[in-house]
């Protein structure tokens, strides 16, 4: 009975996202911890390091459907090692004598952190295909809507008009920073580590340097400069990336969830049939997936401070910080897959923009809503400041009365000798003080972003082609 919510079957279609779960599986990393095996001795044999028969034995046998899994993970216990019971039926497989030749010359860390780089490369992948599919479906949504008016709120208080399609093209504009983000990381983070037991390539011999770039350029990675058995700024580089992503869609998820609510209802998560709100309320309408998304994000940024942890690695390796790294960093992206699905399929049911609310909800100020307009207009004869105060005052009256804005202002005899009859009407229509909403739209529109990917799947290693 599995104890994690990724793994429950009653759970992880919730928390989980099944291609991210399979990259992060026992066979998947088994299978990148025999593809580093199998590209560092094909490396090897081409610079004479070892018999090209060895080579060849190794890739005949570094296949993760030759090993029993459960058998490797009692060993493991047994041993109190997480690799050499891999690594020595890794060797097992092989016809004798080339198993001798397994794992020559490298260190557990090596085939650890180059096979985890692997599993993130095909993670990584998904991450932008996801992202640029949620992208795609916010793009739409903004555009159609780039002059749908609304309340803008500032500290939970309505503030000014906007349009929805704006609020949306932040979102947009925010994603298209992370796009950027992702490439510009791409570099630094996917490189692999063939540097030996204390990362000097002292087991490797004079042609170290060239052994780790030919063998890593075969997996599909780039060679560090030096070790990084204890520098894991690459892995917070990535936990970094997905906590920001993270914090993205959670913002969306609770902004839909606010505006979801009953006294507001702007923006609703679609309700298909035979979907429940309540098991005891009949009539309730539950942001159901938006409360998950909410939740994922702050999951996903409860593994950034574990991670965090993880970096503070004594010499020149630490097991005590390094296993850390083992349960989180899965954690982080299959739980990044399951917030990446959860918002793609709530975009694609399609948000219910409740265009009518948002144009009842401009008036429950009764006008005060364009109090900057009117001051603006005012302060053109009075002066600015002269002008808030005056603004002020029948805003204040108006409130206090609960009487139309317009009759306040009208009220003061001060403010209603500068308007000729009907110029108030014309500065209280909120419909028409919504600025460059929809001008900013377009420009995200037009903007440009990293390169799409939205179709492609994950980018494949050479080790696996």
Known sequence: MPSHATESRLYAGVYSDPDFAEIFSDRNQLQKWLDV???????????GAIPPQAAQEIARAARAELFDLDALGRQSRETGHVLVPTIRALAALCRAPWGEFVHYGATTQDILDTGLMLQVGEAWERVLARLHSIRARLLELALSHKRT???????????????????????????????????????????????????????????????????????????????????????????????????????????????????IDEVREAAPAGKIGSSTMPHKQNPSTIDLISALSRLIRAQMVALTDAAFQQHERDGTAWRIEWAALPE?????G???????????????????????????????????????ALGERVGKQTAHELVHEASMHARREEIAFRDALLADVRIRAEFAPGALEALLDPVTYTGLAAAMVERVAAGSSPPERAERTARPHAASA
């Open 149 to 263: 008016p609304m309340v803008a709120r500032t500290h939970g208080q309505q503030a000014l008009p906007t349009t929805f399609g704006y609020k949306v093209a932040v979102w947009v504009d925010e994603i298209d920073r992370h796009l950027q983000r992702f490439e510009q990381a791409r570099a630094r983070v996917m490189a692999g580590n063939l540097t030996g037991a204390v990362g000097t390539l002292a087991s490797f011999g004079e042609n170290g340097l060239e052994l780790q770039r030919r063998a890593l350029a075969k997996l599909g990675l780039a060679a560090p400069l030096t070790s990084w058995h204890s520098a894991r700024d690459r892995i917070l580089d990535v936990a970094g990336l997905l906590v920001q992503v993270a914090v993205t869609m959670g913002r969306i998820a609770n902004e839909v969830y606010h505006l979801q609510r009953t006294e």
């Open 37 to 47: 095996e199998r590209a560092l001795a094909a490396t090897q044999a081409e610079m």
């Open 338 to 376: 399951a917030l990446l699905a959860r918002m793609d399929e709530v975009l694609a049911a399609g948000l219910d923009v409740r265009e009518r609310r948002m144009r009842e909800n401009l008036d429950l100020l009764g006008g005060r809503i364009l109090s900057e307009r009117v001051m603006l």
């Open 332 to 336: 982080i992206f299959v739980y990044t």
